[in-house]
Structures are given as structure tokens and as C-alpha cells.
């Protein structure tokens, strides 16, 4: 199993499967236990809930593992409700590591809620698929919850999957059929209406877990829209339906989601940014906004009937 993954399933599934066994047992000696217990249990689920990449094991789980948090907590607490609120001698001893990890925890979530909001100016786009459910991978204004931000032109990029009726993004964690992947072969609509200044296609689609660090963008088109620059990456090759130079409108074709570049897996890579280049590398990273104002970010979900 690869590393990432094995971090995956350890964050998003045993560490809340513990947090929730926990409330349980061992019974706390008091309430103060007890209280302590669901401090540190809810400040790491807050955090996993805004960091984490449910689409890797269901979106649903998201909703669903707070409210089982909440409805434990509750009934725990009537096993300790007649107990006395403090035994210890020395409490700051005994719960003070308790109660600086979950203030960690909850500093580390207030970090990535940094990254919801943006200061600049955005560009206002329609989402670029058609009916589905979409689920945000990478996106917002935080590296915690989006690692492009660090890189200047595509500080607010997003990369986005499909989900299936289940939530997930794949049948199985990590199938290595390209096809497994919801999203894959899916047509891909331009968000706006503008000019196709660039329009690169025949890069290969890369094996599950393979990358293209040469070619990073893949196979890709770049649309002017007004001052704006939409790069649109890793489509699969032979599926760009529009040449450098044409004119497109907003709803068209451009093409399809594939594998191509620094992709180690089906997704559609999309950011916006200032500087009149075909380098997408170069310019001046901006927001974008969907379908009447909505800013996403990881985590978001956006439903197309």
C-alpha cells in the first residue's frame, strides 16, 4: 500500500474510529474526563472534516461522521452524569496533554479556514461539466487545503473529480483502470465565452500513480476571457475539440477529462490569472467564483442537474 494512502485511511477512518471508541472506553473516572475526551475528539474531527479528501472513501462520511460523533458524545455522557466533575489531585496533569492537543488541532483548522475567503477581485466563471455531482480536491486560499497556492499564478486553482453514487471518486481506492475513475472521458464545457489562445494536444495519458513533470499542464487549452487567462489541464489525448485562436462560447466543448502531464490521476486541473501570456506560469494567480458567486474550495461539492 503507498504511503499516501496508508496516511489517508489512517487519518479519515482509524483515528476517528478511535476518537469515537473513546468516548466509550475506558469509562472516565469524571466529568471532567469525560469533557475532555469529547474536547479532543470534536477539535480532530473539526480539522479532519475541513482537510481531508473524503472523495478517496465516500463525501458522505463528511456529514455523517460529526453527527455520529455528536449522538456518542451525548449518550456517553449518561454513563458519567452522576460521577463527580473532578477526582484528580492535579488536573492540569492529568488532562493538560489532552487539552493541548485539541487546542493544536483547532489551530490547525483555523488556519485552513483561512483559506475559504479571498482578498482580490474574482472572476466570475460557470462550472465547467455538465450533470454530475463534483467534489473539489485541491482549492481555496490556504496551502493546508490547497497545495497550488503556494505557487504564484495558480494560487487559487482547483482540481476537480466526479463522484459516484456512493460519494467516492473511483470504484476502489486506487484502481489503476483509467476508466474506474468517474470523471474520466467526461466532457469538458468552457466557463466562459472568450478566444482558445492556446490549444495543446497528443500527450499520452499516464498510468494510475505515473506523472508527467515535463509536460505538466498535458494536454490543456488557455482561454482569454476579458483580462483574464482559464487554463483548463490534463485532458485526455486526442480529445481537444477547439484550435488556437478560435473563437468559443461559454457551454462549449473543449474537450475531455483525461491523465495527461503532472497528473497522477483522472482529474480536471482549472485556475485563472492576470498577465496576458500564454505561460501559464508566469501570471498573477486570481479567485474564481461559480454560477452566481460561489468560491470553492476543498471539500466543496457542486451538484449539476
Excluded at 38 to 44: H, I, R, T
Excluded at 92 to 110: E, P, Q, W
Excluded at 210 to 223: D, F, K, R, W, Y
Aim: glycine share 10%.
Amino acid at each position: 500500500m503507498e504511503l499516501p494512502l496508508l496516511i489517508l485511511l489512517t487519518t479519515q477512518a482509524l483515528l476517528p474510529l478511535f476518537f469515537l471508541m473513546w468516548l466509550w472506553l475506558p469509562r472516565p473516572a469524571d466529568r471532567l474526563g469525560w469533557a475532555m475526551r469529547v474536547f479532543y475528539g470534536a477539535s480532530y474531527f473539526a480539522f479532519i472534516i475541513v482537510i481531508g479528501r473524503w472523495d478517496f472513501l465516500s463525501a458522505e462520511l463528511a456529514l455523517v461522521l460529526p453527527i455520529v460523533f455528536v449522538a456518542l458524545a451525548a449518550l456517553s455522557y449518561l454513563r458519567v452524569r452522576d460521577r463527580p466533575w473532578n477526582e484528580a489531585s492535579a488536573a492540569i496533569r492529568k488532562h493538560g496533554l489532552t487539552a493541548a492537543m485539541a487546542v493544536f488541532f483547532l489551530a490547525l483548522t483555523a488556519r485552513a479556514l483561512s483559506g475559504y475567503g479571498y482578498q482580490d477581485s474574482a472572476v466570475e466563471l460557470a462550472f465547467p461539466f455538465g450533470p454530475g455531482t463534483y467534489y473539489i480536491g485541491q482549492g481555496g486560499g490556504a496551502t493546508a487545503i490547497n497545495y497550488h497556492h503556494s505557487d504564484q499564478s495558480q494560487r487559487y486553482a482547483l482540481d476537480i473529480v466526479a463522484l459516484n453514487r456512493f460519494g467516492a471518486r473511483a470504484s476502489g481506492l486506487m484502481p489503476e483502470n483509467l476508466a474506474d475513475y468517474v470523471i474520466f472521458d467526461r466532457e469538458v464545457k468552457s466557463p466562459c465565452t472568450g478566444v482558445a489562445i492556446s490549444a495543446h494536444d497528443g500527450i499520452a495519458d499516464n498510468p494510475i500513480s505515473q506523472t508527467n513533470t515535463s509536460e505538466p499542464a498535458g494536454n490543456h487549452v488557455i482561454l482569454a476571457c476579458g483580462t483574464a487567462r482559464i487554463l483548463l489541464a490534463h485532458f485526455r489525448k486526442g480529445s481537444i475539440a477547439v484550435s488556437g485562436g478560435a473563437i468559443v462560447t461559454q457551454g462549449e466543448t473543449l474537450g475531455r477529462v483525461g491523465n495527461s502531464g503532472n497528473s497522477s490521476e483522472p482529474h480536471l486541473h482549472i485556475h485563472a490569472y492576470l498577465g496576458g501570456t500564454l505561460d501559464s506560469d508566469t501570471g498573477l494567480g486570481v479567485p474564481m467564483t461559480f454560477d452566481g458567486g460561489r468560491f470553492l474550495v476543498r471539500g466543496s461539492t457542486v451538484t449539476i442537474p
